[in-house]
């Protein structure tokens, strides 16, 4: 969660199934639209016209994002996972605009938010206070947090769930569901249905703030005596179904990472990886949120504050194994095992063209290139990003596997991928190699 700019103001959000799929259809047809004139404006110039680059002009990223802005809930979290590109394939103001949905957005009007307090505290829950901040300090997809002051002079964060965000998750996902099938960019058979509904579970896990304050005290346990990653306490008595309440934690934002010098971005860096791992394989329960906003650094950049817990995935014995192999099978530095190890877990398709195969494999011997090579792996100038480029876009749908993976896999692949993006963005530089193969000792692979 990120601190509200002064120019950020409350909205009244949409409560309703039928305000959101107003506020949705309402897009739609701006896509639409925009799409349109963009397919047109290429044929007057005498250009080949391009679905796939009017689908994501300037026009359409603003009216998606100023939307998902209003619309908050599962609407904004995917438009979250978007905003995590940070220019390998959007261009960097595409990316700059879509980067406003890891913290900005509209928050509830002072009565939606009394409303919301009566409801789980009763109608004089300002008992508790010394003072109460009406104005949020921060926002997230679905709800907002607030400042105040106990009784007994203790600070806290209170996190607010915004109105009608449960109940909107499945009509939201309709939506959105509904958007991907016509935007023709997925595969045949791709199970989309699978992973919607995957998506959907966590989603409603993620509104179950008494659930996220056992997932902290989990995490405060598991990183007891830890100089490195720190938790916030939780106040029970305060905290409901849509409340949660929490110790007030100093910091400042991940994103200011690049006040400090390359020795400290590296050594968060590493941090963050070694806390990946312990996650996976010693903890089993894994925080799977890449939002930056979710971190806090210390003022020296020697320790990490997590705030946001509501997105936890226990690892199943199967990922367990899965990432096991997948780490064996990395470490031999060798095409034709990585390969087979990936086709063994059904991570590429069974059948893939000629160019999807070439595709692959240069995306591999460029990484192992890069491992092997150096001592130090540079994410800023690593050559796999290049490939990644719009024109091979086409080339990455043709290796998206029509078979489903785990919920837990997915949902912890998406943090990977968003520390990767974080690594490349601030310019990490680490012994890569060396870490896998310590990590690989320990596990005994």
């Not at 001592?375 to 998206?400: A, G, H, P, R, T």
């Amino acid at each position: 969660m990120k601190n509200l700019s002064e120019k950020e103001n409350s909205k009244r959000l949409p409560i309703s199934s039928l305000a959101r799929t107003t506020l949705s259809a309402g897009l739609l047809l701006r896509l639409g639209v925009n799409t349109s004139q963009s397919l047109v404006a290429d044929l007057f110039s005498v250009k080949k016209p391009d679905l796939q680059s009017a689908l994501i002009s300037k026009k359409n990223v603003i009216a998606t994002v100023d939307t998902l802005k209003n619309l908050r809930g599962a609407a904004m979290k995917f438009g979250q996972l978007l905003s995590l590109d940070e220019t390998v394939i959007l261009s960097p103001e595409l990316a700059a605009i879509f980067a406003q949905l890891q913290s900005s957005g509209y928050s509830m009007t002072p009565s939606q938010l009394k409303k919301v307090l009566n409801q789980n505290w009763g109608d004089d829950w300002l008992k508790h206070f010394k003072h109460f901040d009406v104005r949020p300090f921060a926002a997230a997809s679905i709800g907002q947090v607030h400042r105040a002051s106990l009784k007994s002079g203790e600070v806290v964060a209170i996190k607010v769930q915004f109105p009608g965000v449960k109940q909107s998750i499945d009509s939201d996902l309709a939506t959105l569901k509904f958007i991907m099938k016509t935007s023709g960019t997925l595969p045949a058979k791709f199970p989309l249905d699978y992973y919607i509904a995957k998506c959907g579970d966590l989603l409603k896990r993620e509104t179950n703030y008494e659930l996220e304050a056992e997932n902290i005290n989990l995490f405060s346990g598991f990183l007891n005596g830890s100089k490195v990653i720190h938790v916030p306490k939780v106040y029970n008595k305060l905290s409901t179904d849509q409340t949660l309440t929490m110790s007030f934690l100093e910091g400042r934002e991940l994103s200011n990472i690049m006040n400090f010098d390359q020795s400290v971005r590296d050594e968060i860096s590493l941090h963050l990886i070694q806390l990946l791992f312990n996650e996976i394989f010693n903890f089993r329960m894994v925080q799977t949120d890449p939002n930056l906003a979710n971190f806090l650094l210390s003022e020296g950049g020697k320790s990490l504050c997590i705030l946001d817990f509501g997105a936890c995935s226990q690892v199943s014995e199967e990922t367990d194994r899965l990432y096991k192999d997948l780490l064996t099978g990395a470490l031999s530095l060798d095409v034709n095992t990585i390969k087979r190890v990936l086709k063994e877990n059904n991570f590429i398709p069974e059948e893939i063209s000629q160019a999807g195969t070439k595709f692959l494999d240069n995306i591999i011997s460029v990484a192992i290139h890069e491992l092997s090579k150096d001592e130090i792996f540079d994410f800023q100038k690593s050559k796999v990003f290049q490939l990644i480029l719009e024109e091979n876009f086409n080339l990455f749908f043709d290796l998206i596997p029509s078979s489903s993976l785990g919920p837990d896999f997915i949902f912890i692949q998406r943090k990977i991928f968003g520390l990767i993006l974080f690594f490349r963005a601030i310019g990490t530089k680490l012994p890569l190699l060396k870490i896998l193969k310590q990590q690989s000792k320990l596990l005994k692979c």
